[in-house]
């Protein structure tokens, strides 16, 4: 494992499952972080917080292989997310899913002035960004086309209607958001304008919408035609 990339969700039906208040989900994700950082490290570990049962002498096996295993904190709607981060010192990872690019860079660049304000070298601040799915074909009207059942069903979701997308069309989304889905050159000019805009140095490509087959053969594809392409122009 290289890194863990974790959130709080945004579904409010996650907290059900847990047994946890909505109105409590933000000191839940200020504990766990620090409860999953002791975990991590220690061996051993008794805790004691508000939010879920105590541990006493607690450790996780297996052992992270790694000596330390960076944990990405996931952001998707709030600046209290960003400032978690900041002022834990960790990087970021922008979900980056159902809005357009501008919501997310607002929230990046949030990340990095409380970054600053927490007392951290702003050469330190380190951001991933997540995309709103992968369909690469050789022409855009076949990468949409291949791509429209995976977004009806996903913008059709209880979690889709919740995040309130303003896109009106996957045409808008495609354009508007961060969506990978045309020729492997417009897949490439969109990471680099997602790059421009975060300064971002992990690209984070999710397929989970696809079907089983379609899941094998995209980041094959994505994997052929892209990335040799970003190493070279965004080293």
Do not use: C
């Not at 890194?3 to 047994?19: S, V």
């Not at 490290?41 to 450790?59: F, I, M």
């Not at 992968?134 to 855009?140: D, E, G």
């Not at 000019?189 to 094998?216: M, P, S």
Request: glycine share 8%; proline share 6%.
């Amino acid at each position: 494992m290289r890194a863990l990339i974790t959130g709080k969700g945004n579904d409010p039906r996650h907290f059900d499952l847990f047994g946890l208040p909505e109105e409590r989900q933000w000191d839940a994700l200020a504990e766990n972080y620090g409860l999953l950082h002791r975990l991590w490290r220690e061996e051993k570990v008794s805790w004691d917080g508000s939010t879920r049962p105590p541990l006493t002498e607690v450790t996780t096996s297996p052992r992270p292989f790694q000596d330390s295993v960076p944990v990405r904190y996931g952001s998707a709607t709030s600046e209290q997310s960003t400032d978690l981060a900041a002022r834990s010192g960790g990087p970021l990872f922008s979900a980056n899913s159902f809005h357009p690019l501008a919501k997310y860079k607002a929230l990046v660049d949030h990340y990095r002035e409380r970054w600053e304000h927490h007392g951290h070298d702003p050469r330190d601040a380190r951001v991933g960004t997540g995309f709103g799915g992968l369909f690469i074909a050789r022409r855009s009207q076949d990468a949409v086309e291949g791509f429209r059942p995976y977004w009806d069903a996903l913008f059709n979701s209880a979690a889709g209607k919740h995040n309130n997308s303003p896109f009106t069309s996957l045409e808008d989304a495609v354009e508007r958001g961060s969506a990978l889905v045309g020729s492997s050159q417009q897949v490439i000019e969109k990471i680099h304008r997602y790059h421009e805009a975060f300064g971002n140095e992990v690209v984070g490509i999710g397929v989970d919408l696809l079907t089983e087959e379609v899941q094998r053969e995209q980041p094959e594809l994505f994997a052929s035609e892209v990335p040799s392409v970003i190493h070279r122009e965004l080293p």
